[in-house]
């Protein structure tokens, strides 16, 4: 898998590299600012781009208008877009172009590196990985309705706005897939959601219904 | 009571100073007044508010440092250019009329009382001692003041007598000069009455405004420090370590490179947490106090630097933080960009204020425009409700002057 890194901290950059590369994933690019980074794009054509939210010259959130105007020259690109803090503003931004092949994540994830690679991958593959604070920060926003769930549907209900698919849900829950596809059932009832078995639409309706994406 | 006389002595001295400076603009007023009559003198009506607005401020700055309140009150500083521009700015200004009646008052009431002040008691003092030293006088130089010839030992004792008396005289007059001379300063010098609350919001205000601003952006500072600098170096420690570990398994030759690129982070990570903390509040400052703090300033400046810390008193901790920073900010500074070759620091308690004064024989030119260093310091001073002054003209030497309100 080609991927192209654009983070302005020197140390950082260079881990990110370091720990990819380990993974046997080829690093194409890794570039410090918006412009060459867009540049890498277009040359390397990437499957994946992975984005720091700052970068110069204002350090605010040209990481995520860099991410977006890539994601419009270039459709199939996945983008990973990498934050140092939760800022939905961002994800909500970000999520304006669609949720296919788009991730959101804090910085410190990369450190769990069998869940950043499984997020990576599932953004590689068209899906999308939105990070579990950014969901906790939704879930408190629409506290009312989702206080008609049972604890167990709303960690489902979690695990599907992070992007999860059955599989990846009844394994980190510990369950069958039997079991999660009930209580999927049950969620979409109680929220009045229509029913999808794709995942893509199904991660797409549940971002809608917490408020962000389209 | 002696003691109080001696304050009020040195007060009467200073007010003597301004009052002669008083005096001369005084004499410069009627020329100009005389110069308007054939037109002319028009032009210099501007620059003559301006230099009694100077000599008015110095006497505030005099009145201020005996503990007395005295605002600035002009409306607008300084006066626009252009002579008529800057008639009219005066003539709007409700402080103008009362600055000229205070100067007409103090070139003459306040020179006679600065002059009374300090002279009858040097010659109070030479009629106690004239007992002592009169026959060292050559006979036709014997006499008292007002050239009274005293040429016995019993008229010499009688003069000391009668000095003695006036000396006592004198002692309860002094500090009754003195008030009268602030009195009227009191009166014509602070905002007209009927402006005086609305400045002082407007001013608090003010002031209040930029507290809140110069705190924001504070916040927003160790905000992006924290978050670029010590977090990345955190997260690229936690990256690097988990590529060492997954490296391990595999290649362990290939974690050893991995675990000294996360050694550097975590040592930059300290570094820049040190940093953000040096910035909030000075660990030395807490250590060893403004004196201690400063001290370990002047050694660690490049170029020479002289420190003199007054009384120092029980200061609130944010005005330390303050004077420290302004002493750091000027000396770096001065070892920047003056070219100084020794420079001068003076702290100390002036009244109810802290008084920090750097001084640097270097090439001037400093300012305190958007960019600068000093527009932070100013910011933090004036949200103290204190004054930062600047004085750098080309070619040197610059002189920054602080005043801090303790209370």
Sequence with gaps: MRIVIAEDDALLREGLVLLLTGEGFDVAAAVAEPDPFLAAVAEHRPDVAVVDVRMPPTHTDEGIRAAVTAKRTHPELAVLVLSAYVEQAFATDLLAEGTAGIGYLLKERVGKVEEFLDALNRVAEGGTAIDPDVVAQLFTRRRDPLDRLTGREREVLALMAEGLGNVGIAERLVVTEGAVHKHIRNIFAKLDLAQSDRTDRRVAAVLHYLGIGT | ?407
């Design chain 2, 1 to 407: 009571m002696v003691r109080a006389t001696f304050a009020s002595l040195e007060r009467l001295a200073g007010g003597l100073g301004t009052a002669f400076m008083a005096f001369f603009t005084l004499i410069c007023w009627i020329f100009v007044a005389v110069a308007c009559l054939f037109g002319v003198g028009l032009l210099l009506v501007s620059p003559m508010v301006a230099m009694t607005r100077g000599v008015a401020e110095r006497e505030r700055r005099r009145l201020r440092r005996a503990g007395l309140e005295v605002m600035t009150p002009y409306t607008v500083i300084p006066l626009p250019q252009g002579w008529r521009a800057g008639i009219r700015a005066a003539r709007a200004d409700l402080a103008t009329p009362r600055d000229l009646r205070w100067l007409g008052v103090h070139a003459t009431a306040g020179l006679i009382c600065g002059l009374l002040g300090v002279f009858m008691p040097l010659a109070a003092l030479r009629e106690i001692t004239y007992p002592l030293w009169w026959q060292a006088l050559p006979p036709d130089l014997r006499a008292a003041n007002f050239n009274i010839p005293v040429t016995t030992w019993p008229a010499a004792i009688v003069l000391s007598l009668v000095g003695l008396a006036a000396m006592v005289v004198l002692i309860l007059l002094i500090p009754r000069l003195d008030r009268l001379q602030a009195s009227y300063a009191l009166r014509l010098l602070t905002p007209h009455p009927s402006i005086d609350l609305s400045e002082r919001v407007a001013r608090l205000t003010a002031t209040r405004a930029d507290a809140l601003r110069a705190h924001a952006a504070e916040l927003r500072r160790i905000e992006r420090s924290l978050h670029d600098g010590a977090q990345n170096r955190l997260v690229a420690v936690v990256v690097t370590v988990a590529a060492a570990k997954r490296a391990l398994n595999r290649d362990p030759a290939r974690a050893v490179p991995a675990l000294d690129r996360a050694q550097e982070a975590a040592e930059q990570a300290l570094a820049e947490l040190r940093g953000v903390v040096r910035g909030i509040l000075p660990p030395i400052l807490a250590d060893r106090g403004l004196d201690g703090a400063l001290g370990s300033l002047a050694a660690g400046c490049p170029v020479p630097c002289a420190l003199t810390i007054g009384e120092l008193g029980h200061l609130p901790l944010s005005v330390e933080t303050t004077a420290y920073f302004t002493v750091a900010e000027a000396l770096t500074n001065i070892a920047k960009h003056s070219g100084a070759r020794r420079a001068e620091v003076e702290v100390g308690l002036a009244g109810p204020s802290l008084r920090v004064l750097v001084r640097d024989d270097g090439m001037g030119g400093a300012r305190t425009d958007a960019g600068s260093g000093l527009t932070g310091i100013r910011h933090r001073v004036e949200a103290h409700d204190g004054t930062l002054t600047l004085t750098s003209p080309e070619g040197g030497p610059t002189v920054i002057e602080v005043e801090l309100p303790c209370a």
